[in-house]
């Protein structure tokens, strides 16, 4: 007779998440998500599982997972798996680097991991305050990433921040003030956000070479490659007093020029989660026209 559950029970569930189809539609990656052997956290790792029961070998384990490994994504050849990971304060020595992770907001980065044969994964990456999101470019050269960098270096992202080095035990500490002049400056959790607005970025995959592709005072987020690769589309809040009503609305940049338009707007409208079809003339997305004070439902 099976037992009740118990309230430790909960230590044990493995939860799989953020599936991603490989691009012949054989295999699908998931996130893995355990409870940390100390009870105190949760640990990530990348899972390979045929699409078909019947295929040889089962699920296989992609990455141990000793912190957090997530955001899979396969190349356009399927030949290269892309994710975001935490591993570098355990995996790589960096003397040049702050010691404590506390001081480190560089942690979260883009790898890239070999599906067909051996080899580790390597960090593609290495912006200053690490990377949210991703999207690889329709021939796999490129990917385009969002980050709250100010530069595409420690030393320039310190330039722009008006960050000095930190200080010797002997010296007085940075101050603590603080200049806001955001409404939306704090979030129950995060804490302080007016100085993390989120912006794309073009990596190049062989170089690793960044260059910033969007700028502004409000974030951008959710990209999606056009199928000609020439434009990206994304979600952001560029509209008047941003800070007064959350309306988000679907923009495109063109990768080249460097050129912003919006495709989706108005003051009652929302809409994000953008997707090209494979004409390149339209985008889905998700969103709704608000209507009165109520709430709101998401259609296609």
Do not use: C
Request: aromatic share 6%; proline share 10%; glycine share 8%.
């Amino acid at each position: 007779m099976p037992r009740p559950p118990r309230p430790d029970d909960l230590y044990r569930l493995r939860i799989a998440t953020e599936p991603r189809l490989s691009p012949d539609g054989r295999w699908a990656v998931v996130t893995l998500q355990t409870v940390a052997p100390t009870f105190d956290g949760y640990r990530q790792a990348l899972w390979l599982v045929p699409t078909d029961s019947a295929a040889d070998g089962g699920p296989r384990q992609l990455t141990i997972g000793s912190r957090n490994d997530h955001h899979p994504r396969f190349s356009p050849d399927g030949r290269t798996l892309a994710f975001i990971s935490d591993r570098r304060l355990q995996a790589e020595q960096e003397p040049k680097r702050p010691k404590d992770a506390k001081d480190r907001e560089d942690k979260e980065q883009v790898h890239l991991l070999p599906i067909d044969g051996p080899g580790e994964a390597r960090r593609l990456t290495d912006l200053p305050r690490g990377v949210e999101g991703f999207e690889w470019s329709p021939d796999g050269r490129r990917l385009v990433v969002v980050s709250t960098s100010h530069g595409a270096t420690h030393e320039d992202d310190a330039k722009a921040r008006g960050r000095s080095r930190k200080p010797k035990p002997d010296e007085p500490p940075e101050s603590d003030y603080r200049f806001i002049d955001r409404l939306n400056y704090m979030v129950n959790g995060p804490g302080f956000q007016y100085d993390r607005v989120r912006h794309l970025w073009l990596v190049d995959v062989e170089t690793g070479l960044t260059t910033r592709l969007t700028d502004g005072p409000v974030s951008d987020t959710e990209p999606a490659w056009s199928p000609d690769g020439r434009r990206i589309a994304f979600v952001s809040e560029r509209q008047r007093d941003h800070d007064l009503a959350f309306r988000p609305a679907i923009h495109v940049v063109d990768v080249k020029a460097r050129e912003v338009h919006p495709v989706t707007g108005g003051p009652r409208s929302i809409f994000g989660a953008p997707v090209w079809m494979p004409d390149g003339r339209t985008i889905a997305a998700l969103g709704t026209k608000l209507e009165g004070r109520g709430g709101s439902r998401n259609d296609i």
